[in-house]
T-cell receptor, first 112, second 112 residues
Framework: DQQVKQNSPSLSVQEGRISILNCDYT??????FLWYKKYPAEGPTFLIS?????DKNEDGRFTVFLNKSAKHLSLHIVPSQPGDSAVYFC???????????FGAGTRLTVKP | EAGVAQSPRYKIIEKRQSVAFWCNPI?????LYWYQQILGQGPKLLIQ????????DSQLPKDRFSAERLKGVDSTLKIQPAKLEDSAVYLC??????????FGPGTRLTVT
């Protein structure tokens, strides 16, 4: 069962513009949400997280928005840079942080 | 701070053979995870350890997969016997508090 879904397998944006990556989830027990970034031949690296008590978390160029009623979260990257080109995974876990579920990933390409 | 180490990086075996992967987590991280990532999908949790005890192994195919964490530090994941569908990248991750996870580079397994 796919409890975390990233419906866009790829996204291409121009350098300097905004990148918006979307993620939907089905399990209402999920309480903690994360975004990971993955370069080829490397493991995923943590980017940003948000707990269900918040609806926004910002870290530099990266902002995650959470809409609990819609079971939707998004990652905004502003401004996008060529070095941001990677696969981005959305992940979610219940309150006890066990059993983390990942989406299938979105490949972001930022063109110079 | 040294990251999560995994070996080998690549492994090719024939079906019905056995294989083992090794993971050395970040020093002091109590929680250790093994994930399976099939091409085009997100990582899927196989097993989670807290120190040397198993927290969650609900998605581990126990008829052929086994894992142990020695003295709460290093861990090995074994597949015996391997099937074609086991071809994937096997990721190890560790976490200090069970929230943000730090991933190793992964082991790419090809079963022929």
């Amino acid at each position: 069962d796919q409890q975390v879904k990233q419906n866009s397998p790829s996204l291409s944006v121009q350098e300097g513009r905004i990148s918006i990556l979307n993620c939907d989830y089905t399990n209402s027990m999920f309480d903690y949400f994360l975004w990971y970034k993955k370069y080829p031949a490397e493991g995923p690296t943590f980017l940003i997280s948000i707990s269900s008590i918040k609806d926004k978390n910002e870290d530099g160029r990266f902002t995650v928005f959470l809409n609990k009623s819609a079971k939707h979260l998004s990652l905004h990257i502003v401004p996008s840079q060529p070095g941001d080109s990677a696969v981005y995974f959305c992940a979610a876990s219940p309150y006890n942080n066990n059993d983390m579920r990942f989406g299938a990933g979105t490949r972001l390409t930022v063109k110079p | 701070e040294a990251g999560v180490a995994q070996s080998p990086r690549y492994k090719i075996i024939e079906k019905r053979q056995s294989v083992a992967f090794w993971c050395n987590p970040i020093s002091g991280h109590a929680t250790l995870y093994w994930y399976q990532q099939i091409l085009g999908q997100g990582p899927k949790l196989l097993i989670q350890f807290q120190n040397n005890g198993v927290v969650d192994d609900s998605q581990l195919p126990k008829d052929r997969f086994s894992a142990e964490r020695l003295k709460g530090v290093d861990s090995t994941l074994k597949i015996q016997p391997a099937k074609l569908e086991d071809s994937a990248v096997y990721l190890c991750a560790s976490s200090p508090r069970g929230d943000e996870q730090y991933f190793g580079p992964g082991t790419r397994l090809t079963v022929t």
